[in-house]
């Protein structure tokens, strides 16, 4: 009976390590952020009579 409970609590302990693992690899993958490109107005565009 012992053994099966340590079986069972063994998996609950692996279940736990790798929720934490993903949990730190998440905060060691930083987000990849773009930076908008900043539109240019050169005048050639004829927004105002939009």
Sequence with gaps: QASRLTQ???V???HQQQQR???VAAVK???AVSS???AVADGS???ETF
């Design 8 to 10: 069972a609590v063994a």
């Design 12 to 14: 609950f302990r692996i």
């Design 21 to 23: 693992a993903r949990e």
């Design 29 to 31: 993958t930083p987000a």
């Design 36 to 38: 908008p490109k900043a």
């Design 45 to 47: 565009d004829n927004w």
